[in-house]
């Protein structure tokens, strides 16, 4: 973690990622020092407890000012739950349809599954460890639809428990191919149907492996678990 900022620095610099919200059109809050004063909020509880919800509203209105597509909470959630079922239909047809229709449909099922899924364990996990969420988003990098934490509850809840919320959704997302494995046999799908299940799956370990851990769920999980390490050691 960066080298905490005295108290005086945190109200700068939410001072001045707070002009920048008030100034541009889409916010940019690298610069202001708004992530490390958040980094160091982390690390003291009495700091949470000061300055989440002023950490939260500028965090809500910098996420708003530069996301392309937003859907309201309980209408995203059950088109995520309903995008899910849809995708078990489809992989369900796969059992009383003939090759090669039967793999095509395990597979389009199998892809309505990872894009549906994904944002539900993040929103499942996060709901019981306390951290709530405002609104469903779609952006260009990656396409595929997220949900957005209230940031004020993610500062409140522990460090692990936010690890685990970050966590769940790559689990969820890189188990899929090989949990519907047993599945695609029963269903007598074509070879090549199992073969793309196995290459999806190993895929997303490499890029797991490359990406995640850099930049994406992976590496919040791997920061947030320093915090509560810290914390255990303190």
Partial sequence: MNDPMPSTEIDA????????????????????????AVATVKSDRSLVDRYADRIGAIDQAAFRSWVPILIPLWPGTLAAILGAVVALVLIGLAYG??????????????GGL???THGLAHLAVGSVVGI?????FAGFKPPQPGVKTDYASYLRSPARSRAWMHASG???TKSIPFLLLPSALIAG???WTVI?????GVFQLITDALWSTKVSDWAKYRREMAIAREYEGA
């Fill in 97 to 110: 349809t003939a090759a090669p229709w039967n793999g095509v449909w395990f597979l389009l099922g199998t």
């Fill in 189 to 191: 799908v074509p070879t």
């Fill in 132 to 136: 709530r969420f405002t609104t469903w």
């Fill in 196 to 200: 793309v299940l196995v290459g999806l």
């Fill in 170 to 172: 790559a689990i969820v």
């Fill in 13 to 36: 610099a939410l001072d001045g990622a707070e002009a920048a919200l008030d100034t541009t059109g889409r916010v940019v809050l690298r610069g202001t020092g708004f992530w490390r």
């Fill in 114 to 116: 990872l894009v549906a």
